[in-house]
């Protein structure tokens, strides 16, 4: 089974935007909260030029220009939010209609035989991390790290059919698509709609690729 890896074109990518107004509450934790917002969400990066950011930017969630988000929301996938977006260069606000993907779709398509996740615990001491922190904050942490990761292609033939195309694996910071979202992609890229991106498919047999 083929499953796509599609991102900013990392390796020649100088772009490091952040979130410069409040809103970044709306997309930023896993919770699935689909909203909308009527005024573009602004990302800033003042030492990138606007001429100079790909299609993809990924700081976290994705910034996409709009073609690409029309590949995604074609494909009508659970647990994505979709946010207006304009991105703050060093050359000023750029002009772009831009979307903040933000994948909360996570799913458990781990094959657990093949992969190798080690779970970590970091105990809450309050000696060492304060008493005077929130009470929200007054409990262990659990992380993750993934040194090796396959796909369970009977996990994934299992999910519904709108949470195939579009997800994150569980425990991971990875997030994947769809040979079929990848094919859409191919195809307005070779109409030079979209540029910038790494994208290719991969099978299910075959380690996952790292981000």
């Given amino acids: 089974m083929k499953v796509a890896y599609i991102n900013e074109k990392l390796i020649t990518s100088n772009a490091m935007f952040i979130a410069s107004d409040n809103r970044d509450f709306l ?31 990924n700081s976290g969630d994705l910034s996409v220009t709009a ?29 772009q209609i831009r979307y903040i993907i933000a994948i909360h779709n996570e799913v458990d398509v781990v094959d657990i035989d093949k992969s190798h996740i080690e779970k970590m615990v970091i105990k809450y001491n309050p000696e060492k991390h304060g008493y005077d922190i929130p009470d929200e904050d007054k409990k262990d942490v659990i992380m993750y790290r993934t040194s090796r990761l396959f796909l369970s292609e009977e996990k994934i033939q299992n999910l519904p059919e709108n949470k195939k195309h579009i997800f994150r694996v569980k425990d991971t910071e990875a997030f994947f698509f769809s040979e079929e979202v990848y094919n859409a992609l191919y195809n307005i890229a070779v109409d030079g709609k979209a540029s910038g991106l790494t994208a290719y498919t991969f099978d299910t047999n075959e380690k996952a690729p790292k981000f």
Avoid at 28 to 40: E, K, R
Avoid at 76 to 86: H, K, L, S, T
């Fill in 27 to 57: 997309y930023s934790d896993m919770d699935f909260n689909p909203t909308s917002t009527q005024y573009p969400i602004i990302w800033e990066d003042k030492s990138m030029t606007s001429f100079g950011v790909f299609d993809i930017t």
């Fill in 67 to 95: 073609p690409i988000a029309e590949v995604f929301m074609s494909f009508d996938p659970y647990g994505v939010e979709f946010y207006p977006n304009r991105l703050n260069c060093a050359d000023g606000m750029s002009d």
